[in-house]
């Protein structure tokens, strides 16, 4: 038998970025083929992680495999550098790859985030990797995968255009505010990721590299550095973003996604950018300037 | 003035330690040692071993007390170590027609040969507390047993039906044919019979065992009968590419039941039963009972059934059986969605103003 | 009528291990046409009907539709994306239940809209004009164009199944038992119905029912089945009034007023 005696435990080395080579490898294959293929979910055999399905291993496991010793990672969530989800994930990195981390958006090489794009505009040579719950855009209309793979094999998506007749029968506008489906170089419907449509626009023709991953559901998607991505909609009912009647009340923002914070019980409400790190350095430049 | 709020690191990191402290519990009562969950707890040790996809009883063990008795989360343990294991090869198949005994049982015949030996089993006790145990333990006079047929090979119930012709073959896998695995290939429906299995035998056994009982309780009815029971220890051979010979690595427990069905015949199959397959590491019964119940279910298909019932939908049974995925996906919520919320606050204050802008029409209508 | 049939069967048969369901089924069927098929319950016609809409494959036999381009083609050889466009642009199938025809949880609007959308149209006030164009030809009223369809008596929802189909300008509709579980005031409308869309838009029909006045009032042909074959056919009229086929005469003859 294979025994170990109550108090011998073996002990590992984690491989660089905790996946071993093998596993890197055959994500990689994965990812090829989803670039050669824009918008179109590849299948892979997506591994347990120390963090549960659910909280990014798909993303985890993306960054993982692409991840070399010279590259430095900002991970975020909603957005922040800082929110709980964001932390353990660069810490999982920090330790497992000892790679170089990095608050800053233009500083970074790999992006690994979850529901938000940053504000500060990518570049050539940049990698964001999307965590995704639920690649499916379909899923909510259609819930067998059998069904969901000869609509997108066909190109039958009238039943996602139907979804977004009914909302504005119903509602006078289409009803989807995250997670907003696209069409990818004019062929695959697909999942942006819970994103606020807010960010879908900087899908299009980003000059950075899109990767999504979704490793409980064990898909894996891309859409490569330029290519066109359309929000669907109807001609005479537009893709619309959200937007704010205020700037951000830290920096003064007006082009950034605001949260919302309550600051008392009697309805005080303050709005500040999403993204913190575009936010601390507006506000980094008005105080060399002297703006107050 | 608000500041945004930091610190996101440092709560972490007493988070962790406040983990510490609640695991330990009071410094007072003695630390459990791996070689008490390992001795006395083993049906928590064969759970986590059978889902977590791992035989390792003490790595098992040290999942449990690391997870605080969660077996869930030690599961979930054990499968993100196991990730980080290199993959040797494949085994041979295990032999269960060569199982060392400990518990044997049939439900289709009153006695058959080989016995029904009932080996350490709730099934007749009576479920009372037994406030004996609240103390630790006096020396207790051990059990009899019978004595143990080493080589004896007990015949499978499922062969007598068989010699009668009564019982569909078992399925024959050429020894040349590729086994497919789930963890190196990810399920795409239909799935063959073989990735089934490996679904279910990891599959987590609450789900399974309403997923079974859902088809004692008529949705989708197989009329069950537990054909034999098995549990014991076999060993686990391995072919070196460098010998070209077998070796045992291994030996371990598995309990294996087969279950034993109804079939009324097509035009080109006869009457006959149709069997249903569990395997679960260590002494897990209901989980191997549950298994093969719902392997059954999903069979029908092949069977050319009507699929009318939960338990018969493939795609629904394998894609939600996973306690790790179900889990995470679950206990995922808790995360910050504060982003996707605003949106939907934007929305749901602009619907609202228009809706109420509709119910008001001699108000001025509100600048945009 | 044009020179060839629209749509040839030829030997078609259809098995469920030794159950016959319906053997040895041939006929033609021109553009403009409506054929009748009669039978009791169990007597294989809702299974030929699902043969010959591409909705079962036949155990023998052949199904071929006549496409404008491409002339003859074989309906269970085809890809199944070639007949799933078939089925939804060139074709119909109004199903005895609504629900299994319809979506139940969208609008009636997007119901009819629907083959328009799955065909690309993106403009929505055009899809929603064209959607209230065809809810008035079937005799719906316009203003329930944003209720969902269990809103609706199942009379209209089987006008909700015709509009829905009719938007994409199919050349040839089955009906399955149309009229099934409606009063005879309603079936009487909705026959008048598609007597009318038949002859306007120049359809050809297939109609199964177990209804003789159905038949009589509706279809220019009528196969008889009985257990599978087709034991009679011939000018709905002539069936009807001087029927050969002993069965023939017993349906008619236990038909008031048939």
């Known amino acids: 038998m294979i025994a170990l005696g109550a108090h011998a435990l073996p002990s590992r080395a984690h491989n660089f970025a905790y996946l071993d080579e093998q596993t890197k490898r055959m994500i990689r294959r994965a990812l090829l083929k989803a670039v050669a293929v824009p918008g179109h979910q590849v299948p892979f055999a997506s591994r347990e992680m120390p963090l549960p399905y659910g909280w990014g291993t798909g993303g985890i496991q993306v960054t993982a495999s692409i991840l070399g010793a010279d590259d430095v990672l900002k991970v975020i969530d909603q957005g922040a550098d800082d929110t709980t989800n964001a932390v353990n994930i660069r810490r999982l990195f920090a330790k497992t790859a000892d790679v170089a981390t990095t608050t800053r958006t233009e500083d970074a090489t790999v992006i690994q985030t979850r529901h938000r794009i940053p504000e500060t505009p990518l570049r050539e040579g940049q990698i964001l990797v999307f965590q995704v719950p639920i690649p499916e855009p379909l899923r909510w209309l259609e819930p067998r995968e059998t069904e969901t793979l000869k609509l997108h094999a066909l190109a039958d998506y009238g039943l996602m255009q139907v979804d977004l007749y009914e909302d504005i029968a119903q509602y006078g506008r289409i009803a989807q505010s995250y997670d907003y489906p696209i069409e990818v170089h004019g062929r695959y419907v697909s999942s942006p990721s819970p994103i606020p449509k807010f960010d879908n626009p900087k899908l299009d023709r980003n000059p950075a590299l899109l990767l999504f991953g979704a490793g409980r559901e064990k898909r894996i998607y891309a859409i490569p550095p330029y290519t066109h991505v359309k929000s669907l909609d109807f001609d005479d009912h537009p893709f619309t973003v959200e937007k704010w009647d205020r700037p951000c009340d830290l920096c003064g923002a007006t082009d950034s996604y605001l949260d919302e914070v309550v600051t008392d019980d009697k309805g005080g409400r303050l709005f500040c950018c999403s993204d913190t790190d575009y936010c601390e350095k507006r506000r980094a430049a008005s105080a060399e300037k002297g703006v107050p | ?368 | 009528m044009s020179e060839a049939p629209l749509l040839r069967a030829s030997g078609l048969g259809k098995s469920y291990g030794r159950i016959e369901a319906c053997r040895d089924v041939s006929f033609e069927l021109w553009p403009g046409e409506v054929l009748g098929v009669v039978g009791e319950s169990g007597s294989g016609k809702t299974t030929l009907l699902r043969c010959l809409a591409g909705e079962i494959e036949p155990s023998s036999g052949t199904v071929e539709f006549r496409d404008l381009q491409d002339g003859f083609l074989d309906v269970h050889r085809m890809s199944e994306a070639r007949r799933r466009f078939l089925m939804r642009i060139q074709w119909g199938i109004v199903h005895q239940n609504p629900r299994d025809g319809l979506r139940m949880t969208v609008s009636a609007g997007a119901n009819v809209g629907e083959r328009l959308m799955a065909a690309g149209a993106r403009h929505y006030g055009r899809i929603r004009t064209e959607a209230l164009q065809w809810l008035e030809r079937v005799e719906l009223d316009t203003a329930r164009i944003d209720d969902l369809p269990e809103l609706f008596s199942g009379g209209m929802q089987q006008r909700l199944q015709i509009a829905r189909i009719l938007v994409s300008k199919p050349r040839l509709v089955f009906l399955d038992e149309p009229t099934g579980g409606l009063d005879v005031s309603v079936q009487a409308r909705i026959l008048d119905l598609l007597r009318r869309l038949a002859r306007d838009l120049g359809l050809a029909v297939v109609i199964v029912t177990h209804d003789l006045g159905v038949a009589r009032l509706l279809t220019h042909r009528l196969m008889v089945m009985r257990q599978g074959r087709v034991v009679e056919e011939g000018l709905t009229d002539q069936v009807l009034d001087d029927p050969h086929d002993p069965y023939t005469q017993l349906l008619v003859s236990s038909v008031i007023g048939a």
Not at chain 2, 78 to 85: E, G, K, M, S, V
Not at chain 2, 160 to 170: C, F, M
Not at chain 2, 227 to 245: A, D, K
Not at chain 2, 268 to 284: E, H
Request: glycine share 8%; charged share 25%.
């Open chain 2, 1 to 368: 003035m608000y500041v945004a709020v930091k610190g996101g690191e440092k709560a972490i990191a007493n988070s962790e330690r406040l983990v510490a402290e609640t695991r330990r519990g009071d410094p007072a009562v003695p630390e459990l040692s791996l070689a008490q969950i390992q001795q006395q707890l083993t049906l928590a040790v064969d759970r986590v071993m059978t889902e977590g996809a791992l035989y390792d009883r003490t790595l098992a063990a040290l999942a449990i007390k690391q997870a605080r008795g969660d077996l869930i989360e030690a599961i979930f343990l054990l499968r993100a170590y196991r990730t980080t294991l290199p993959r040797l090869g494949d085994s041979l198949p295990v032999e269960t027609a060569r199982m060392l005994l400990q518990r044997r049982i049939s439900a289709t015949f009153k006695d058959v040969p080989g016995g029904q030996v009932l080996g350490p089993t709730f099934d007749y006790t009576h479920r009372l507390l037994d406030f004996e145990l609240a103390e630790t333990a006096s020396a207790k006079p051990s059990a009899e047993s019978a004595p143990a047929e080493p080589e004896a090979t007990v015949p499978r119930v499922a062969d007598l039906l068989g010699r009668e012709g009564l019982i569909e073959a078992a399925p024959v896998q050429a020894a040349e044919a590729p086994v497919p695995d789930l963890t190196q290939v990810p399920l795409v429906f239909p799935a063959e019979r073989a990735l089934r299995l490996q679904n279910l035998a990891r599959g987590d056994e609450g789900f399974l065992l309403a997923m079974g009982y859902s088809t004692q309780r008529g949705y989708g009815h197989t009329h069950p009968f537990v054909g034999e029971i098995r549990m014991g220890t076999v060993g686990v051979e391995y072919v070196p590419p460098e010998l070209g010979f077998p070796i045992e690595v291994a030996e371990i427990t598995v309990t294996e039941c087969d279950m034993v069905n109804q079939f009324r015949g097509t035009d080109t199959a006869p009457p006959q039963f149709t069997r249903g397959y569990g395997l679960a590491f260590g002494a897990a019964e209901r989980k191997a009972m549950a298994m093969a119940l719902v392997d059954r279910a999903l069979r029908s298909r092949e069977l050319g059934e009507a699929r009318t019932a939960p338990a018969q939908d493939e795609e629904f049974v394998l894609s939600h059986s996973d306690n790790v995925e179900a889990s995470g996906f679950v206990q995922h919520l808790k995360l910050p969605h504060y982003v996707d919320f605003q949106s939907e606050l934007v929305l749901v204050r602009a619907m609202r103003r228009e809706w109420d802008g509709d119910r008001k029409p001699n108000l001025p209508e509100a600048a945009e």
